[in-house]
């Protein structure tokens, strides 16, 4: 049974009855910007690339430009209008095989609402900040299915510890539903050029797999 969900007046998302196989969507939602809800998306992509599955990375934010295939081992695609969008997601009916990784954009609750929805997995980036804390706590609130990501983590031991305090203090009833952290890695940034080196560097290529496979097991598809 078809089911139209009505954003705003502006956006559209026409979801059809997807098969379970079509159900291969993460989406990174968040309200509050600058948490790294689109590097999260690119690593996820890059990430699953390196472990032989294939995606593509869904950009619905109208602020950001699309990016180029080039040399990423998933394909970038641009759903930013709802008549993309909607191809977007009947072609995925005809790829069973493939995982969508939609970037939500930020300060969107009644899209963010609509992707949470429409997804099989929920992914909501947060830093290590009270205000980034503070907001990612309700977002939790709202989506019970969903789970936060510590995105761009600190690598000094010391800010590790601060940071794991800070979690223990403010997060401790959703500690359950907390990801690895996904630690700063400056190379990161590689990932959102227009083009992408075909040798990125080990450490990005390791952080990208281990978060892949977080993401794997909570779509409970496995590794071939």
Avoid at 96 to 101: F, K
Avoid at 165 to 191: C, G, I, N
Avoid at 192 to 206: A, G, H, I, R
Avoid at 209 to 219: D, E, F, P, S, V
Wanted: charge should be negative.
């Amino acid at each position: 049974m078809s089911q139209v969900f009505r954003i705003t007046p502006e956006f559209l998302i026409l979801r059809t009855a997807w098969r379970d196989d079509v159900e291969k969507l993460i989406c990174v939602i968040g309200n509050k910007g600058g948490t790294g809800k689109t590097s999260i998306t690119h690593m996820l992509c890059h990430g699953f690339g390196l472990l032989g599955k294939r995606s593509i990375a869904v950009l619905t934010d109208t602020s950001r430009e699309p990016l180029l295939r080039g040399n990423r081992g998933y394909t970038p695609v641009d759903g930013r209008t709802p008549e993309k969008l909607e191809k977007i997601m009947e072609k995925l009916e005809t790829m069973p095989d493939w995982i969508a990784v939609i970037d939500g954009g930020a300060n969107r609750p009644e899209i963010d609402t609509q992707l949470y929805e429409a997804s099989r997995v929920a992914l909501l980036p947060f830093r290590d900040s009270h205000e980034d804390i503070r907001a990612v706590r309700h977002d939790l609130e709202n989506f019970p299915q969903a789970f936060g990501v510590p995105s761009q983590w600190p690598t000094n031991p010391w800010q590790q510890m601060a940071a794991e305090k800070t979690l223990d203090t403010l997060m401790q009833d959703f500690r359950s539903r907390l990801l690895e952290p996904v630690y700063t890695v400056s190379s990161s940034k590689l990932l959102l050029e227009s083009q992408v080196p075909p040798d990125l560097p080990t450490v990005l290529n390791n952080v990208c797999r281990g978060l892949a496979k977080q993401a794997l097991a909570h779509l409970e598809l496995g590794e071939q």
